[in-house]
């Protein structure tokens, strides 16, 4: 840590002046030096992990792209028949359809498979973050003012730092993706427990049931649709941040839409919007049809 | 035998529980302690016990720590002082796993607003209690399909909750709590949220289940005709202390002090007092020693119009009418015999509640008698004496009839 404040003196010395009488606060400074501390001491850890997650994304990848396009719509469709309704299905069929025809195929399972990883490693990171917000006032005080930092930080800030600790292309894109997408997740996840009536965990312990049996029998699954919906927020944030990404190098429909705002071509651009759009109904009324399921039961 | 024991009982709310207990012991009042530390005094120094198979009823307006005590005893709310023991095991003491251990074999609860999962149907919510204890799966459905056929709710395991009225979810909530077989149940407000013809229902039941299954049951209430229809006895709890402990027949009949006067002062005495609270000595003569002129001459020093007559061995034989006395001086006969009514319809028990007599009394123009079960003549019931039960809470059984009417008699 010395480094950085080694760093940091002279520049507070040297401070510029903005016209306002008053040294400019060097906090752009101390950030940069902050980073390259970590990038000097850290990106050899950060860098032999993205090696490894490049390996999973590209090999994620090349599985769903060696299945055939109507082999995938077809398993797509039945799925979403399975756990949706006709209509639903309907439209995905005829949107994967039209992806394909419009020769955007590879991009989109491109992108799909980014937002698969990054709602992945969101809820492996934000559900465990969210419960312990719930159970733990003192995470919740802490948590709550870094998850507001998060969701308010203008995204394409966190693309710049990503590329030092793992490189351009497509881990970088999936970090800043969990950063971005994973506060809806941890929120509700919170809040969904914290909804539980106290009655119900009050029964629960009244039986003698452990702290783990409580929220496993109790707790989470009442709070299912609540987190089912900060779910199905992080796949929506997760697939708006992976197109972003495409800035660093993250490829899909991100990189189309990017390739075209270079050479000005809006027809371009406009078709890899509508994939996007086609992809992004397809998961949320996948997700949200999941949670409406669950509740279905529970009403006559 | 003493299944319960609560011993000084503090249970106190907020940063300063100590500071809060020792204006309590100094006697401030919930609100002088609420300003000065902050702290919220939720049960302060109860102490009761409880004996194995009785129904014991908590009750008090909200507020006044009922709730607070009942998840003490179980220690949902960690108690700031006091002992309470369940069969000479110290429950305030012991570890989080004894506690536990504790929760799954004595205790079961019944809550005001069910607390039911909703995502579970109504035969996994029955189980929820063996299923945290772990036991045998098959075992597990069996005694839950056992506890809901004791509910009356056979047929209606794989519904959900909320395909099910507020009264059958309370019935789930109940079988939940038995399937466990607790020596304790511990029900808090259980029927309060339930409309007052299915709290009724399930008081009937509950009373029925009770005289089945023999459970040492705690109930809280605000409700005091609820508490006198269930409770064995009952604790009268206000500002988080017990301000009187009794049967119910000693709570209204012998209030201990204002408050529990004011607050008995509404109930409906006619559900409360039986035949015996409102019975008087009758005037009476004996067959066939006694004959028509000392029957006369009893109705005429009490002032009555009828009396009883009972034979040697004190069994009651009917009422003679001071007209037909009169008339067999006048013809010079010395036996009552001849006009002895037989009595059988104005005859009650000594336990008939008021209620039940009341419509006996104002059909009738003379006494309803008071018979034991050898139908020995144990009191009469007048108009006046009913009145002056009504009024007091009771009358003094040495009292005389007359004493309350003008002759009417």
């Known amino acids: 840590m010395l480094n950085i404040l080694n760093n940091f003196i002279p520049i507070l010395n040297s401070s510029s002046d903005t016209g306002m009488g008053v040294p400019k606060v060097p906090l752009g400074d101390l950030i940069e030096s902050i980073i390259n501390y970590l990038t000097d001491n850290f990106s050899s850890v950060t860098k032999s992990v993205s090696v490894v997650m490049r390996s999973g994304i590209e090999s994620l990848n090349s599985v769903i792209d060696m299945v055939h396009p109507v082999l995938f719509i077809i398993v797509v469709t039945l799925l979403v028949l399975y756990i949706s309704r006709k209509r639903i299905a309907l439209f995905t069929a005829i949107g994967l359809l039209f992806i394909w025809n419009l020769g955007l195929w590879y991009e989109t399972t491109n992108t799909l498979t980014l937002v698969i990883i990054s709602t992945l490693l969101s809820l492996i990171v934000g559900v465990p973050l969210g419960i312990a917000a719930a159970l733990n006032k003192r995470f919740n005080r802490i948590i709550v003012p870094v998850l507001d930092f998060m969701q308010t930080m203008p995204a394409f800030v966190y693309l710049i730092p990503a590329i030092p600790f793992f490189g351009l292309g497509a881990v970088s894109a999936v970090f800043t993706t969990v950063i971005f997408a994973m506060p809806p997740t941890i929120r509700l996840t919170c809040l969904g427990i914290e909804q539980v009536p106290v009655e119900l965990t009050e029964a629960a312990e009244s039986f003698g049931a452990t702290g783990a049996q409580t929220l496993l029998k109790v707790q989470l699954p009442v709070a299912m649709p609540t987190v089912m919906a900060g779910i199905n927020q992080t796949i929506m944030l997760s697939l708006s941040m992976v197109v972003i990404a495409a800035m660093i190098g993250a490829g899909g429909l991100g990189a189309e839409v990017w390739k075209a705002i270079q050479r000005l071509k809006p027809g371009m651009g406009f078709e890899a919007g509508i994939a996007v759009v086609i992809l992004a109904i397809i998961l949320d009324r996948i997700t949200k049809n999941i949670s409406f399921r669950k509740n279905e039961k529970n009403k006559f | ?409």
């Open chain 2, 1 to 409: 035998m003493i299944k319960l024991k609560i011993q000084n009982l503090y249970k106190i709310f907020g940063p300063h529980p100590q500071r809060a207990m020792k204006m309590i012991n100094s006697g401030k009042s919930k609100k002088e302690i609420l300003d000065k530390t902050g702290c919220a005094v939720g049960v302060a120094g109860v102490s009761f016990e409880v004996n194995e198979g009785e129904i014991l009823v908590i009750m008090g307006l909200s507020g006044s720590g009922k709730s607070t005590l009942v998840r003490c005893i179980n220690r949902l709310f960690e108690p700031t002082s006091g002992k309470i023991t369940v069969d000479n095991d110290e429950i305030t003491s012991m570890d989080k796993k004894s506690l536990r251990e504790v929760r799954r074999n004595k205790f079961a609860m019944v809550f005001q607003r069910f607390a039911l999962l909703p995502h579970r149907t109504v035969l996994e919510n029955v189980f929820f209690g063996l299923e945290i204890q772990s036991a045998d799966k098959d075992d597990m459905k069996q005694r839950s399909m056992e506890a809901l056929d004791l509910v009356g709710l056979k047929g209606w395991e794989d519904y959900y909750p909320a395909q099910l009225s507020g009264g059958m979810q309370q019935r789930v909530g109940l079988a939940r709590a038995l399937a466990v077989e607790p020596d304790i149940l511990l029900m808090d407000e259980a029927f309060s949220a339930l409309d007052p013809l299915i709290r009724s229902d399930l008081q009937d039941e509950l009373l029925s289940l009770q005289s089945r299954v023999q459970k040492t049951i705690i109930f809280i209430t605000h409700d005091l005709d609820e508490a006198l229809k269930i409770g064995d006895r009952i604790v009268l709890m206000k500002d988080g202390k017990v301000v009187q402990i009794g049967t119910p027949e000693e709570i209204l009949l012998n209030p201990e002090t204002e408050y529990v006067e004011r607050f008995v002062e509404n109930v409906n005495m006619t559900r409360i007092l039986t035949a015996k609270d409102v019975m008087v000595r009758p005037v009476k003569v004996t067959h066939p020693k006694d004959g028509p002129r000392s029957a006369l001459r009893a109705m005429k020093e009490k002032g009555s119009s009828s009396c009883c007559v009972q034979d040697r061995n004190r069994k009651f034989l009917g009422i003679v009418r001071s007209e037909q006395a009169r008339k067999l001086v006048d013809e010079g006969c010395t036996s009552l015999e001849s006009v002895i009514e037989p009595y059988e319809k104005n005859k009650v028990s000594p336990d008939t509640p008021l209620q039940e007599i009341l419509p006996i009394i104002i059909d009738a123009s003379y006494p309803v008698a008071v018979v034991d079960e050898s139908n020995v003549l144990l009191g009469v019931i007048v108009t006046g004496s009913v009145l002056a039960g009504l009024v007091e809470g009771g009358v003094d059984s040495n009292a005389h009839a007359t004493d309350w009417n003008n002759g009417g008699v």
